[in-house]
């Protein structure tokens, strides 16, 4: 039986992201220590058997807090199906739908890819140009974001000394509407999700103190790099919606963190804004047309080729936010498994992004509860809520060295605290147990 020492260090703690299901060990762009995989293939670990789990598993997920549950476990070294009940039906998945997006992402887009915001010049009028980037800030630059302020210091830099200019914004890389078929336009005010849109900063807030979002992100961009103009000594003022003018030139850019590394802060966070970006970007990558639906049809296309289950999978957006999105337990745990599999070196960001049980993201503060700490450090996973869903999806190292892929959602639930309590004892009984 092999001993289970839990990661403490941060590096330890990333080093351990990869030991599960592997980081990209080739990736010179890659955040953080060189990740050397553990080979999965190939594993002595002794493997739970159906009966096992079964004996586990299905008392917890026919409780009543579970409402309509469906889940699997696959083992990741052979393919094999492990526990299965009712895997194949499609189930609302909430934010679990962030690992097919983050899918789409990397095969698409590539995990290398960088996501610019321009400005153009034609004489007196400027036009800032949004390129999708979700992480744009209006201060001073963090690691994971580019920021507005060096924007305006490089636009400023490339002006006359005593430049007078109007700048017009232009947010035309995505078209049609900026909700998604089933979100609620309340959203935006109680700060769930910016109205998608190819140019913001800050995720569109109100105020750094507040999480509201503005009605218009894009105009309210604009102003903010007016303001930051005007400090930097030039003669601005706001002008309109509009692409820049023909023959204009490039004059200052930022661009974003790599996707592999927008993948991963967007997994640990489950952020809604990103995934959003991510998918109407598929969708151009794609078709030629960001919009809603592209996204969508283009993240299955994405999963389609790269050997993911699609049956019964049916997206309208990129976060999971809308009841409309339908995903198998199937095709979410076959994502994790693929991520070490042949797919890892393309995948291996979602690897790196899941959330650590008891230690980062979404998954912070979960599994706290007596009886409950075997799961810490070892399950790492996607969180998925909404009013009358929970989920997780993702990997395990149980108690005798076996890693296991899982995913489990639950719909029509009577109570959100009390299917997530279920649901991560479900995790936490993989943690725990042999189950032969």
């Not at 800030?137 to 830099?157: I, M, N, Q, Y």
């Not at 200019?165 to 309340?186: H, I, K, M, Q, T």
């Amino acid at each position: 039986m092999q001993q289970r020492l839990l990661p403490v260090a941060s590096v330890t703690l990333i080093a351990a992201i990869g030991l599960v299901l592997g980081g990209n060990p080739a990736s010179a762009a890659s955040p953080g220590p060189v990740l050397t995989p553990t080979v999965i293939a190939g594993s002595t670990a002794p493997v739970p058997t159906s009966t096992g789990l079964s004996s586990k598993l299905t008392p917890l997920l026919t409780s009543l807090t579970m409402g309509d549950a469906a889940a699997i476990v696959l083992d990741p070294a052979t393919g094999e199906t492990l526990f299965d009940r009712a895997s194949t039906m499609p189930h609302v998945p909430a934010s679990t739908t962030k690992l097919l997006t983050a899918t789409a992402a990397l095969h698409v887009l590539g995990a290398e890819s960088r996501l610019a915001t321009t400005v153009h010049s034609d004489g007196s009028t400027l036009t800032l140009v949004g390129g999708g980037d979700a992480t744009l800030v209006t201060g001073t630059k963090p690691r994971s974001a580019s920021s507005l302020s060096e924007l305006a210091k490089r636009t400023a830099a490339a002006l006359p000394a005593d430049a007078a200019v109007v700048v017009d914004y232009d947010d035309s890389l995505f078209s049609g509407p900026e909700f998604a078929p089933g979100w609620s336009r309340s959203w935006a005010g109680a700060g769930v999700v910016t109205p998608v849109t190819a140019l913001m900063t800050d995720q569109g807030r109100v105020s750094k103190r507040s999480l509201a979002r503005v009605s218009d992100p894009a105009r309210e961009a604009a102003k903010k790099f007016v303001d930051l103009l005007k400090l930097d000594g030039t003669k601005a003022k706001l002008g309109t919606n509009a692409k820049p003018i023909e023959g204009s030139t490039e004059i200052a850019r930022v661009e974003s963190p790599t996707v592999g590394t927008l993948v991963q802060q967007m997994l640990t966070d489950s952020n809604n804004d990103l995934a959003e970006s991510l998918a109407h970007l598929v969708g151009l990558k794609s078709t030629g047309k960001a919009t809603f639906k592209t996204g969508a049809s283009s993240t299955i296309a994405a999963a389609n080729e790269l050997g993911i289950p699609t049956a019964g999978v049916t997206l309208v957006d990129g976060s999971g936010l809308s009841h409309r999105d339908r995903i198998t337990p199937l095709a979410l745990a076959s994502v994790i498994s693929a991520t070490a599999g042949d797919k890892a070196s393309v995948l291996w960001p979602i690897a790196a992004g899941l959330p650590v049980a008891g230690l980062t993201g979404t998954l912070t503060d979960r599994f706290a509860a007596k009886g409950m700490k075997q799961a810490i450090g070892y399950v790492r996973a996607k969180t998925g809520s909404l009013n009358d869903t929970v989920a997780l999806a993702g990997s395990v190292r149980d108690h005798d060295g076996r890693v296991l892929t899982f995913a489990v959602l639950a719909n029509k639930i009577p109570s959100v605290v009390a299917a997530r309590a279920t649901v991560d004892k479900i995790a936490n009984q993989l943690a725990k147990c042999g189950c032969r």
